[in-house]
């Protein structure tokens, strides 16, 4: 009886142990991440000549470590403003959880749909692919106008709040509330046409 406790114990710290050294193997991982996010944050924030080598090195970057380019943004943004980052302070993460049962629930739905719904499936992928390129690059556009204009009244009395054009935002903003509403509509429409 001991000698099984004895091998329970030992196959327990075993597990442990290996649990301990992923977690150490992590860390290490994480702080070579934040150093090399670091390193390019300070490169990126000096160099003003070349956009496209420096665009090149922050995409591969974000390659590397899985990072969307548009957090790499926010980063950049929060170092140039507070010196500091944190790679847990990320703008996509409000989302994740949620996202993260999404994409498994499509995971697992999409080989149990009848025969006949494949083509609308493949629509609405091709539908929301090119949807979220649209508002990808409205939102890219949005920025580059707000830091353009940002740089054109860097000389001028500007109250920080006049910045940011509230119309074109408002504008942005109604935007994507519509196309919501439509492909909300849309499916419906769709899901009513299946009941017929």
């Not at 719904?117 to 949807?131: D, P, R």
């Not at 940002?150 to 920080?160: C, Y």
Request: charged share 30%.
């Amino acid at each position: 009886m001991s000698k099984q406790l004895s091998n329970v114990d030992s196959h327990s710290r075993g597990e442990f142990d290996r649990s301990e050294a992923d977690y150490q193997e992590y860390c290490r991982e994480m702080s070579r991440q934040s150093d090399e996010c670091l390193r390019l944050l300070k490169s990126t924030e000096k160099s003003s000549a070349d956009g496209q080598s420096t665009r090149k090195a922050v995409v591969e970057h974000c390659r590397n470590y899985s990072v969307p380019e548009r957090t790499f943004w926010y980063y950049l943004a929060r170092y140039v403003e507070q010196r500091t980052f944190n790679l847990d302070d990320r703008p996509d993460a409000f989302f994740q959880g949620s996202d993260e049962y999404l994409r498994q629930q499509i995971l697992l739905l999409i080989p149990r749909i009848p025969r006949r719904a494949f083509a609308q499936c493949k629509k609405i992928l091709y539908f929301t692919s090119s949807f979220l390129d649209r508002m990808t690059y409205l939102c890219d556009w949005l920025l580059s106008s707000f830091l353009e204009k940002t740089l054109e009244q860097d000389h001028s009395p500007v109250d920080d709040e006049a910045l940011l054009d509230e119309e074109l935002f408002s504008r942005c903003e109604s935007i994507i509330i519509n196309a919501i509403g439509v492909m909300q509509r849309s499916i419906g429409d769709e899901s009513d046409d299946d009941e017929v």
